[in-house]
């Protein structure tokens, strides 16, 4: 142990500071296996105190600290730099549901709990946390937070910042911001919650939070749609909309050939249609009524879609093993696309009005720049957020395809620069797009954002190299 690993150990004891590059390894690549990195240690605190320790102790020897929750960043956004400076902040210990207020309608959790332990716990007490999203086994709060997190229940309650109304932060220097209150209402000066909300971990280390919560829909009725294209599911979802209003809860779309992946390397995913179609949607509704009244009005809706030509086909849930059937489809396209190969990642969002035009603009460029190039897109259609991968085709060599990558990007996010959308919707801009910064922000928004970094984080110690480009690490870290 080096002394910076054995002053660790004084303040968590040394089961908490792992130092063997077996203990270390689960801790140092990313979810997608981008990314490889190192560290002097990785430290697991089991308190709000014992993170101000560490981050005190820190910020005394100049050492830089990447934080991390469930490990599941798609942007590479919780994985250190191969320099073996800094420490990794685990906060997977701080695993505390510290409250439930069934009348005020809100949980309190430490930042490491896991999400789905908050949608069990507040089942449980009878209310309903609407983050729903395909890492939520492992996934945390503090994650969530950091990220902004969207998932696939936004189009109804919103991104993690609209679910949250409190924040526990430890600050750079040790010092602990107690913003945990359950307010819904509070007008006094700049809203330090949400600056800290999709801030990667770069401007402070979120401990704890007061989350919203909303009355548990006691029906879901669950669709599996034929559509021709985006343009014919997002008129869909007009009609839906239209009939269903509110209680549309998700609309997610895949084409045909992401459909085709996902069957090709989930062994348990099966289309519930007769035939594979151009594209699908997975539509839910979900309300206060009963099941019945519900699936009826989903019913309704689609032959409305049949009506105005734009539903091909649809299965509609019997019962929730269908409807879970439905989900696991959807929900195995991260883990198909690893598996099919590396593939170019976007997670792009425009106005909703500019999606099928996106796709048919996007498709031709990256076909033109690259022949045989496989499209993959899916997404979070109601949201304007489209995952738009694209893989190699089946004769183009792994290794020619990660060379043309970062051109294919900028095509694509050429595409999206031109319909004034973003480069990240949900999943950050960590070290994967860190240095389209400067070429798809304002200065002037870059500036603003560099100025509140120097004022949180004015050494640079915070998950360097993530979400803001430019400034070298400080040279000066003690042995
Ligand atoms: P990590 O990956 O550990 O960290 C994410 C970022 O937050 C890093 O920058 C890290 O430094 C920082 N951080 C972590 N904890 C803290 C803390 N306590 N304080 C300060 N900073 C912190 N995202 C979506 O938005 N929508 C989706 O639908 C979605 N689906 C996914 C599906 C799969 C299969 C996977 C693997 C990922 C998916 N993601 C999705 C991406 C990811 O953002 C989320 O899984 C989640 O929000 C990250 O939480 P985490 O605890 O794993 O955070
Ligand atoms: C999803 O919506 C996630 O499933 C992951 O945001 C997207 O793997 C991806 O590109
Ligand atoms: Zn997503």
């Given at each position: 142990m080096d002394r910076l690993a054995t002053e660790l150990a004084g303040l968590l004891g040394e089961g908490n500071v792992l130092v063997s590059a077996q203990d270390q390894a689960p801790f140092l690549t990313d979810w997608l296996g981008k990314y490889r990195g190192a560290a002097r240690a990785v430290v697991r605190p089991g308190s709000t105190e014992e993170v101000a320790a560490v981050?005190?102790?820190?910020?005394?020897?100049?050492?830089?600290?990447?934080?991390?929750?469930?490990?599941?960043?798609?942007?590479?956004?919780?994985?250190?730099?191969?320099?073996?400076?800094?420490?990794?902040?685990?906060?997977?210990?701080?695993?505390?549901?510290?409250?439930?207020?069934?009348?005020?309608?809100?949980?309190?959790?430490?930042?490491?709990?896991?999400?789905?332990?908050?949608?069990?716990?507040?089942?449980?007490?009878g209310r309903f946390f609407p983050l729903s999203l395909g890492?939520?086994?492992?996934?945390?709060?503090?994650?969530?937070?950091?990220?902004?997190?969207?998932?696939?229940?936004?189009?109804?309650?919103?991104?993690?910042?609209?679910?949250?109304?409190?924040?526990?932060?430890?600050?750079?220097?040790?010092?602990?911001?107690?913003?945990?209150?359950?307010?819904?209402?509070?007008?006094?000066?700049?809203?330090?919650?949400?600056?800290?909300?999709?801030?990667?971990?770069?401007?402070?280390?979120?401990?704890?939070?007061?989350?919203?919560?909303?009355?548990?829909?006691?029906?879901?009725?669950?669709?599996?749609?034929?559509?021709?294209?985006?343009?014919?599911?997002?008129?869909?979802?007009?009609?839906?909309?239209?009939?269903?209003?509110?209680?549309?809860?998700?609309?997610?779309?895949?084409?045909?050939?992401?459909?085709?992946?996902?069957?090709?390397?989930?062994?348990?995913?099966?289309?519930?249609?007769?035939?594979?179609?151009?594209?699908?949607?997975?539509?839910?509704?979900?309300?206060?009524?009963?099941?019945?009244?519900?699936?009826?009005?989903?019913?309704?809706?689609?032959?409305?879609?049949?009506?105005?030509?734009?539903?091909?086909?649809a299965a509609v849930a019997q019962d929730g093993?269908?409807?879970?059937?439905?989900?696991?489809?959807?929900?195995?396209?991260?883990?198909?696309?690893?598996?099919?190969?590396?593939?170019?990642?976007?997670?792009?969002?425009?106005?909703v009005s500019a999606m099928a035009e996106f796709v048919a603009a996007a498709d031709a460029a990256v076909r033109t720049a690259a022949s045989g190039v496989r499209p993959i897109v899916f997404g979070h259609l109601g949201d304007g957020n489209l995952h738009y991968n694209l893989l190699p085709g089946a004769d183009q060599d792994p290794a020619v395809f990660a060379v043309i990558a970062p051109e294919l990007t900028r095509i694509v996010h050429d595409e999206i620069g031109r319909r004034r959308g973003s480069i990240s919707a949900e999943h950050g801009i960590g070290q994967l797009r860190v240095a389209e910064m400067p070429l798809r922000k304002a200065p002037i928004e870059l500036e603003l954002m560099r100025s509140l970094k120097d004022l949180f984080d004015p050494a640079g110690l915070l998950n360097p190299g993530k979400l803001l480009p430019g400034k070298p690490l400080p040279s000066s870290t003690s042995n």
């Amino acid at each position: 142990m080096d002394r910076l690993a054995t002053e660790l150990a004084g303040l968590l004891g040394e089961g908490n500071v792992l130092v063997s590059a077996q203990d270390q390894a689960p801790f140092l690549t990313d979810w997608l296996g981008k990314y490889r990195g190192a560290a002097r240690a990785v430290v697991r605190p089991g308190s709000t105190e014992e993170v101000a320790a560490v981050m005190r102790l820190c910020a005394s020897h100049g050492v830089p600290v990447v934080p991390q929750g469930g490990n599941t960043s798609m942007s590479g956004g919780a994985t250190p730099d191969e320099a073996g400076k800094a420490i990794v902040l685990s906060l997977t210990r701080l695993n505390r549901i510290r409250n439930i207020d069934s009348v005020g309608n809100t949980i309190t959790v430490d930042a490491g709990v896991v999400l789905a332990r908050v949608q069990q716990a507040t089942e449980a007490a009878g209310r309903f946390f609407p983050l729903s999203l395909g890492a939520e086994g492992s996934c945390t709060i503090g994650g969530n937070l950091a990220a902004n997190a969207g998932g696939v229940a936004v189009l109804r309650y919103g991104t993690m910042r609209e679910l949250t109304l409190g924040l526990e932060v430890v600050l750079a220097d040790g010092r602990v911001w107690d913003g945990l209150t359950a307010l819904r209402k509070d007008n006094t000066g700049y809203a330090l919650r949400d600056l800290f909300i999709g801030s990667e971990g770069t401007l402070g280390i979120i401990t704890g939070a007061v989350l919203k919560l909303f009355a548990r829909p006691q029906a879901r009725a669950t669709a599996f749609v034929a559509v021709q294209d985006t343009a014919a599911a997002l008129s869909l979802l007009g009609v839906v909309r239209d009939r269903c209003g509110d209680r549309v809860t998700a609309f997610e779309f895949m084409t045909g050939d992401c459909l085709a992946l996902i069957l090709q390397h989930i062994a348990d995913a099966r289309l519930p249609l007769a035939e594979m179609p151009p594209a699908a949607v997975l539509v839910e509704l979900s309300d206060q009524d009963d099941a019945a009244a519900l699936g009826e009005k989903l019913e309704a809706a689609l032959i409305g879609g049949v009506e105005a030509g734009l539903v091909i086909d649809a299965a509609v849930a019997q019962d929730g093993t269908q409807a879970r059937a439905f989900w696991r489809i959807r929900e195995g396209v991260s883990e198909a696309l690893v598996r099919a190969g590396k593939a170019a990642k976007h997670d792009v969002s425009m106005p909703v009005s500019a999606m099928a035009e996106f796709v048919a603009a996007a498709d031709a460029a990256v076909r033109t720049a690259a022949s045989g190039v496989r499209p993959i897109v899916f997404g979070h259609l109601g949201d304007g957020n489209l995952h738009y991968n694209l893989l190699p085709g089946a004769d183009q060599d792994p290794a020619v395809f990660a060379v043309i990558a970062p051109e294919l990007t900028r095509i694509v996010h050429d595409e999206i620069g031109r319909r004034r959308g973003s480069i990240s919707a949900e999943h950050g801009i960590g070290q994967l797009r860190v240095a389209e910064m400067p070429l798809r922000k304002a200065p002037i928004e870059l500036e603003l954002m560099r100025s509140l970094k120097d004022l949180f984080d004015p050494a640079g110690l915070l998950n360097p190299g993530k979400l803001l480009p430019g400034k070298p690490l400080p040279s000066s870290t003690s042995n």
